[in-house]
């Protein structure tokens, strides 16, 4: 697997490796993690704004 390197500040490092022991993994594995997480939470916000008036057009078209 190939890395990189990405700066944060330290305070924000030691959450990770606070976290990181919490969960009993590594920090680059928590950082996936909490990646993953905040992509799940914004489609969860997508998923339950109201429609836009396309959207309802097209629930609402006849299939037939």
Known sequence: ?????VR???AT????KRLAA???TT???TV???VR???QDHIGQQLS???????DAWLDADLG
């Open 22 to 24: 919490e969960f009993n």
């Open 8 to 10: 944060i500040d330290t």
């Open 32 to 34: 996936t993690l909490a």
């Open 27 to 29: 920090v680059g594995n």
């Open 49 to 55: 704004s109201a429609l836009g008036g396309d959207e």
């Open 1 to 5: 697997m190939q890395s990189t390197s």
């Open 13 to 16: 490092h030691d959450d990770l």
């Open 37 to 39: 997480a905040l992509r």
